[in-house]
């Protein structure tokens, strides 16, 4: 599903223009990403769970240098389907 086609659904189910549901969306996106910025794990009813975490820390081989240099821990996204997600996909796949 594209983000024009959530737009579309969003605005037939709210009975609202297409241009305030795009704006409502990214203003939900917004939200998820400034809390997940902050460390903190965003429960979607009936989805699941998103939360970020640092990653690994890795280490490069600088040739010039001729030593490692360690990188930046990457940011890494995790979902966590909750229950009702899984038993739907589940039921899904074994039409």
Request: aromatic content about 10%; charged content about 25%.
């Amino acid at each position: 599903m594209t983000t024009d086609e959530i737009v579309k659904t969003l605005a037939a189910r709210l009975s609202i223009t297409q241009r305030e549901a795009r704006l409502h969306l990214r203003q939900l996106f917004d939200f998820v990403a400034q809390r997940l910025q902050k460390g903190e794990t965003v429960s979607l009813p009936n989805l699941g769970a998103l939360h970020a975490a640092a990653g690994k820390t890795r280490r490069t081989f600088d040739a010039a240098a001729q030593e490692f240099v360690p990188q930046p821990r990457p940011i890494e996204f995790f979902f966590k389907p909750y229950k009702h997600l899984k038993t739907r996909w589940q039921e899904w796949r074994n039409r």
